[in-house]
């Protein structure tokens, strides 16, 4: 519920849970929030930076299409992936599962994790140092 710090309501009313996230200068001050979620509870587990500046969160929800959940639970709690922009904003979201409960703990952006920059300096260093290994 809305309170202190706290901009935003519960989607589902007092008893639910939903991912609070937000988002702290270097000092702690809150910089943005927003709380995401359906009618019923969502359990969130992970957050990570992605290389386009925004954040991805992975958790698990049990909600129907309500609030923020664009799509049906497939039963029991399922997982619930959502990608936020660089000011916290949902991009897009994605409900995975099966008929029983489905528990999202970590996740992981996968791909080049470095920008195309730095794999450049990185492979023109590598290059360096192979011309400089024996008989060099
Ligand atoms: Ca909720
Ligand atoms: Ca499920």
Redo the contacts with the bound molecule.
Sequence with gaps: MISTDKTEN???GFD???YWIVKTDAVGNIEWQNTI??????IFSDIQLTRDGGYILGGYSE?NIS?DKTENSKGNYDYWVVKLDASGSVEWQKTIGGSGEDRLYSLQQTGAVFPESAIQAFRKTHLFQVAQGPGA
């Excluded at 979620?37 to 969502?42: A, F, K, L, V």
Aim: glycine letters at 28%; hydrophobic letters at 30%.
């Design positions: 519960a989607v589902g639910d849970l939903d979620g359906g009618i019923d509870n969502e909600s609030g």
